[in-house]
T-cell receptor, first 114, second 112 residues
Framework: DVKVTQSSRYLVKRTGEKVFLECVQD?????MFWYRQDPGLGLRLIYF???????EKGDIPEGYSVSREKKERFSLILESASTNQTSMYLC?????????????FGNGTRLTVT | GESVGLHLPTLSVQEGDNSIINCAYS??????FIWYKQESGKGPQFIID?????DKRQGQRVTVLLNKTVKHLSLQIAATQPGDSAVYFC???????????FGGGTRLMVKP
């Protein structure tokens, strides 16, 4: 089975802090994604990557950046955390599949910014 | 704009009954559809997918039906069990390299 591991289940950070959310997948997937999940808003795509050192903006990239130095690892960075970034963050990976392959999700990191 | 949505935010069923969760989509170019299950405290878990060249696909206790004419997708769960209690999401893509658009989710509650 595909395993997507997010390093932290819960994080509490202060406004203005730099925050790193780490994600590792063990299936040699090319594609990796970061979503945030908020009540009433569903899953929204922040950034994604199709290859090492490659990144593309999703629907809500403002306030975030990403890093993909190795194929198995995709990091989400909050340069200066703000309270409106309090959310559940979900990492996912998939094989290329020509657009027709499922995403495999980690169990999420619940970030609280105070 | 294009969107994926769900008809019912909450569905309550008796244990042992069949459940049907519905989803409407608006993009006629959508060609791939997925259902996910998300239990409390966990990430979404892939259940079943279907491509637009099919109208039905069956898994273990689950069936997905696709009606392209009315742009409607449904997930049927046979003999619903307490462990099926979760939020269910539909998602679609349209040949855009795994750029899935997710619906808002339906909460399934199973009564013992």
């Amino acid at each position: 089975d595909v395993k997507v591991t997010q390093s932290s289940r819960y994080l509490v950070k202060r406004t203005g802090e730099k925050v790193f959310l780490e994600c590792v997948q063990d299936m040699d997937h090319e594609n990796m994604f970061w979503y945030r999940q908020d009540p009433g808003l569903g899953l929204r795509l922040i950034y994604f990557s199709y290859d090492v050192k490659m990144k593309e903006k999703g629907d809500i990239p403002e306030g975030y950046s990403v890093s993909r130095e190795k194929k198995e690892r995709f990091s989400l960075i909050l340069e200066s955390a703000s309270t409106n970034q309090t959310s559940m963050y979900l990492c996912a990976s998939s094989s290329p599949g020509g657009g027709n392959s499922p995403l495999h999700f980690g169990n999420g990191t619940r970030l609280t910014v105070t | 704009g294009e969107s994926v949505g769900l008809h019912l935010p909450t569905l309550s069923v008796q244990e042992g009954d069949n459940s049907i969760i519905n989803c409407a989509y608006s993009n006629s170019a959508s060609d791939y559809f997925i259902w996910y299950k998300q239990e409390s405290g966990k990430g979404p878990q892939f259940i079943i997918d279907i491509r637009s060249n099919m109208d039905k696909r069956q898994g273990q206790r689950v069936t997905v039906l696709l009606n392209k004419t009315v742009k409607h997708l449904s997930l049927q769960i046979a003999a619903t069990q307490p462990g099926d209690s979760a939020v269910y999401f539909c998602a679609e893509s349209h040949n855009a390299g795994n750029m899935l658009t997710f619906g808002g989710g339906t909460r399934l509650m199973v009564k013992p």
